[in-house]
T-cell receptor
């Protein structure tokens, strides 16, 4: 296992289009997180899955955002009707059930640019 | 306040020690983390400290935790140019599933 993989690395889209990102966590990790990072800021928590169940959503996650983890393995994050303010790095992280001692392993992110 | 706070920039010379400071928000935070981010890359976990500890050392890294003041620091000994990066402090707040990050400290190591 080579860590948390995210695809694509970069995405440029026109305002109003829909985009979907994929995250493949470390295989033995049952927890998966999505974060958003804008320029000059730290990552901001968006949502969290334990296995296939989405257990927490931040108020940052508007109705245009939806995340799934259908089989408890990979996850997708979809943004509908993209806006310029959605331009950011979208980071995925995973952790085992007892995350404290291992922290969260982050992927390299998907950089979204909305033009 | 609501924010995890860090100074934005820190500069040091190669071979010196660098100390990055952080003030967190929640006295019930269980774990506190330091992450490193290099340009265009994701976040790399450097070290963590559990809230019942006041110090942790890991090779060149020393973490100090002052729970009373909610202050966390990361000392990097014998800094190298490869240590130049953005360093994020993060807390796992009680009852929360995600981490709350600071804005990051840009560490610049000069030869």
């Amino acid at each position: 296992d080579t860590g948390v993989s995210q695809d694509p690395r970069h995405k440029i889209t026109k305002r109003g289009q829909n985009v979907t990102f994929r995250c493949d966590p470390i295989s033995e990790h049952n927890r998966l997180y999505w974060y958003r990072q804008t320029l000059g800021q730290g990552p901001e928590f968006l949502t969290y899955f334990q296995n296939e169940a989405q257990l927490e959503k931040s108020r940052l996650l508007s109705d245009r955002f939806s995340a799934e983890r259908p089989k408890g393995s990979f996850s997708t994050l979809e943004i509908q009707r993209t806006e310029q303010g959605d331009s950011a790095m979208y980071l995925c992280a995973s952790s085992p059930a007892v995350e404290g001692v291992n922290g969260y392993t982050f992927g390299s992110g998907t950089r979204l640019t909305v033009v | 306040g609501e924010d995890v706070e860090q100074s934005l920039f820190l500069s040091a010379r190669e071979g010196d020690s660098s100390v990055i400071n952080c003030t967190y928000t929640d006295s019930s935070s269980t774990y506190l983390y330091w992450y490193k981010q290099e340009p265009g890359a994701g976040l790399q976990l450097l070290t963590y400290i559990f809230s019942n500890m006041d110090m942790k050392q890991d090779q060149r890294l020393t973490v100090l935790l002052n729970k009373k003041d909610k202050h966390l620091s990361l000392r990097i000994a014998d800094t190298q140019t490869g240590d130049s990066a953005i360093y994020f402090c993060a807390e796992k707040r009680g009852g929360a599933d995600g981490l709350t990050f600071g804005k990051g400290t840009h560490l610049i190591i000069q030869p």
